[in-house]
């Protein structure tokens, strides 16, 4: 195997293991945090509370799915934690705590965000050798957290948008609309992934559903940078 090639690996393992690890243990432990005020004890006892990451670690999604992520053309990684119990009847007020539980977790990426990028000042003010390895870091902690909270703003079920909605709809059409729980996230692979790849196959050209959620993905890390005077 070429030097060259494991040098780049892992140099972007170790400035993509820190981001990813905190963003989806904050993630999941806002839900648990939220879950455990509204009255639902399930998250705490199982030990979910905690920025712990290993508490979150899902052995695919967190391990696995990252790594392939650095071997593959993609030029990001993604992955996922295990996630959080809910007992919605256990809940205070279930309908209305559903959303306080769902937002809880892009919220906390939307914090994580804010201070990577704050941070990022930090960082040019480091020596040039550690400021660049701190910058990356810093870097792909605005992206990681940027997309993990505009793709769980989604309106499909299980993903925090869809649990949003079904706290608002009526009672008869929540309960259909949760019934897509079970393949929400199959559909959406299945948009913004699979069909494109299949109409290129076919000459059909349907690459701009791909791009859709990096408008908004951008779009925010652009308010970002601005908002802390990096624009």
Known sequence: MDLGFIQNFLFEASVWVIPVLLAITLHEAAHAYVASLCGDPTARQL??????????????GTVILPIICLLSPLGLVFGYAKPVPVNFNR???PRRDMILVAVAGPFANLILLVISAILL???????????????????RSVLLNAILAVFNMLPIPPLDGGRIVTGLLPYPLAVRFARMERFGILLVIGVLFLLPTLASAVN??????????????YGLMDLVFSLVGLR
């Open 91 to 93: 809940l205070g007020n």
């Open 121 to 139: 000042h930090v960082a040019a003010m480091m020596p040039e050798w550690l400021g660049e390895w701190l910058a990356a870091n810093l870097y």
């Open 204 to 217: 059909y050209d349907l690459g701009f559903m791909k791009n859709l959620p990096s408008i908004p993905i």
């Open 47 to 60: 030990g979910r509370v905690t920025l712990n990451p290993l508490a979150h670690i899902d052995r695919f």
